[in-house]
Each structure stands twice: as C-alpha cells, then as structure tokens.
C-alpha cells in the first residue's frame, strides 16, 4: 500500500440512527415493536390519497359528464406554407423557409429553362406525335 502524502485521520463514526450499535454514540434507544407494527384499523380508514389519484378521478368524472378538455385542430397560421401547398410543394422536415423557397425556384427555373429551348429549337407549343413524324421525315 503507497503512502499518503499528507496524513488522514481514521475517522470510525456511527450513525446516530442506528438503534443496534453498541459503540460510543450508541445511538437512541427505539422500541422495535413500536416501530414496526402494523397499522391499526383507525389508521387505514384515515389514510391520506394522494394527489395524482385524486387528479385520475377527477379527469375520469369529467368524462364521464363530457367535460373533458377537448382539442382544437391547429390550423395552419403561416400563409407561405399554406401558398406553396396550393403550389404543390411540400416542406420537408429539415428544410426551413429560405431552403423551401430556394427549392421551389429551382424548380420553376429549371421548367422555364426547359421552355425556352424548346423555343429557340422551334418546337414549343406543338404536339410530340407532330415532332416525330417531322423527325422521321427528315431522315
């Protein structure tokens, strides 16, 4: 065993609780048959509820009668979510406002971009089968 480096007392206390202990500071005396009897009859009847038990039926009474806290639909107060859910765009769990914006932006530009090609190669606003048959009589 290593040496301390500064010296401790060996401290031996007894709890003062301690009914059994024999050493100095023995501790109160206690009668054991008082302590651990069994509880009488007027004691049972007189027994404290508790709290929560009594919040139980209270809750279950009002049930019962129909006046139980009723909940109210949230309805959706943000105006931009409600906008872009007419648009067909939904926001993602982790997406905040700015991402979903930029999101719906990309989207829109890609379809106009798509657009515009189709404008500059002469083709928008006609049908595909027409654009095939010209494919196919071209080659």
């Given amino acids: 065993m290593r040496h301390r480096r500064y010296p401790v007392k060996k401290t031996t206390k007894?709890?003062?609780?301690d009914p059994l202990s024999k050493g100095k500071g023995g501790g109160k005396k206690v009668d054991l048959?008082?302590?651990n009897r069994p509880p009488t009859l007027d004691e049972i009847d007189h027994q404290m509820v508790p709290r929560r038990l009594k919040e139980i039926e209270e809750?279950?009474?009002?049930?019962?009668?129909g006046?139980?806290?009723?909940?109210?639909?949230?309805?959706?107060?943000?105006?931009?979510?409600?906008?872009?859910?007419?648009?067909?765009?939904q926001q993602r769990p982790w997406?905040?406002?700015?991402?979903?914006?930029?999101?719906?932006?990309?989207?829109?530009?890609?379809?106009?971009?798509d657009e515009m090609i189709k404008?500059?190669?002469?083709?928008?606003?006609r049908d595909v089968k027409e654009l095939e048959k010209e494919f196919d009589e071209t080659e």
Avoid: H, P, Y
């Avoid at 930029?102 to 106009?112: D, E, F, G, S, Y």
């Fill in 95 to 113: 997406e905040d406002n700015q991402q979903l914006m930029k999101r719906i932006m990309r989207t829109k530009n890609k379809a106009l971009d």
């Fill in 67 to 89: 006046e139980g806290k009723k909940k109210k639909k949230k309805r959706n107060k943000n105006k931009f979510l409600e906008l872009t859910a007419k648009m067909g765009f």
């Fill in 14 to 17: 007894i709890k003062a609780s």
């Fill in 33 to 35: 048959k008082k302590k």
């Fill in 59 to 65: 809750a279950k009474n009002n049930e019962l009668n």
């Fill in 119 to 125: 404008v500059k190669a002469g083709t928008a606003g």
